[in-house]
């Protein structure tokens, strides 16, 4: 391997070895806690736009394969891991995940003390960053570094969103789904790509809906026009309030009557279409082991996240949102619903695959409403 290095914004500078492209990269960087799924969290479109340190100390023994993926190839900047492994092991693999990386020309580094730097985000907050695997000057990286705008305010949704609609039929990745069924047999879902998950449209599509995905430009009168009878918002990168025009598309889709879900940006748009305001945490929710309490019942379920902004509870109109989630480690906003429409929507992922299976109802919840509204 070649040596590599990565700069953060305050002027540290980590050194370690390469492996993926050859590349420069800069980058917001965020840690990510989840144990398994590397090859999901590396093709999530919610993560354009960053570099992801895995706080799991062994990374790519088991290889990358095409069902695994979220999205067509890896959507994050950069990978920083404390050890990449040389041997990989699992019967479903199909190449190594540095020759995969380099192919998709994704950087990496390895070999860097990542509890340490991961107490350093934890403590100091996320930071901008840069990495190196040719051999660039630091000072150089930390230059290009602070002269990045990052990611606050910006419109990354028109990066990961598809150009033109198109009609969910399934993929490699769809043979693990558990049969549903067809109770949603003549329903049809249109789903809006944000940068959205391909195991989100499988669980859309698991009981025999058609699952119809548009591009996030789509008026909402076009949107209407295909006679839904549901309206999925999906996940995606980047800062919610960059993003005005989808505000506005959401604000009339929410008038429409049509039952509506939405997952993590969708999530955020749907507290912004309601009066709602967006500020970002810390050092975000990165990982598969967030716990989260039902409002209702009282219920805790393990979640799955992956976001850096949230809605705060405060700023939404009395009357107009009912606070359904909270978690319960800082006590933010995690799901909400609306007491005169059917509209609910959460700030975590229930189709996190790998990971927990505590908030897969949600999607059943979406399809009973469905059914009830008769639409």
């Not at 028109?158 to 067809?182: A, F, H, I, L, V």
């Not at 809906?209 to 996940?235: Q, R, T």
């Not at 960059?242 to 039952?259: E, H, Y």
């Not at 716990?291 to 379920?301: F, L, Y």
Request: glycine share 12%; aromatic share 6%; with cysteine.
């Amino acid at each position: 391997m070649k040596p590599a290095a990565l700069v953060l914004e305050d002027g540290t500078v980590f050194h370690g070895e390469s492996f993926g492209a050859e590349a420069d990269a800069v980058f917001e960087l965020v840690f990510n806690t989840s144990m398994t799924g590397y090859q999901e969290i590396l093709t999530d479109p919610s993560y354009r736009g960053q570099g992801v340190l895995f706080t799991c100390p062994h990374i790519g023994n088991v290889g990358v394969n095409c069902e695994d993926v979220e999205s067509e190839c890896p959507q994050i900047s950069a990978a920083v891991v404390r050890s990449i492994s040389p041997v990989v092991s699992n019967w479903r693999s199909e190449e190594p995940l540095p020759d995969w990386l380099a192919r998709c020309g994704v950087p990496g580094i390895s070999g860097v003390d990542t509890r340490y730097l991961t107490r350093r985000l934890r403590d100091g907050g996320t930071q901008k960053a840069a990495l190196t695997t040719r051999g660039t000057d630091p000072e150089e990286l930390l230059r290009r570094t602070r002269d990045w705008p990052g990611l606050d305010g910006r419109d990354m949704v028109s990066e990961t969103s598809c150009r033109k609609e198109y009609t969910w039929e399934g993929d490699p990745g769809s043979q693990w789904m558990e049969d549903g069924g067809d109770s949603m047999k003549g329903r049809r879902i249109l789903a809006y790509d944000f940068g959205i998950k391909r195991n989100i449209l499988r669980h859309l599509a698991s009981k025999g809906a058609e699952v119809i995905v548009v591009p996030s430009s789509l008026p909402a009168k076009k949107a209407l026009e295909h006679k839904p009878d549901g309206i999925f918002l999906s996940n995606g990168p980047g800062d919610p309030r960059g993003l005005p025009n989808i505000v506005a598309t959401v604000k009339k889709l929410l008038d429409s009557g049509v039952p509506m879900l939405g997952i993590c940006l969708g999530h955020q748009l749907i507290g912004l279409a309601l009066g709602g305001k967006i500020t970002k945490l810390k050092f975000g929710h990165h990982g598969g082991n967030h716990p989260v309490r039902d409002e209702r019942t009282g219920q805790v379920w393990i979640t799955a996240q992956n976001h850096n902004y949230v809605v705060e509870i405060k700023s939404l109109p009395a009357g107009k949102a009912e606070v359904t989630l909270r978690s319960l480690n800082d006590g933010s906003l995690e799901g909400l619903r609306l007491p005169d429409k059917p509209v609910f929507c959460v700030q975590f992922h229930p189709e996190a695959s790998p990971g927990p299976h505590d908030a897969r109802d949600v999607f059943g919840r979406f399809f009973e409403m469905i059914e009830r509204s008769g639409a």
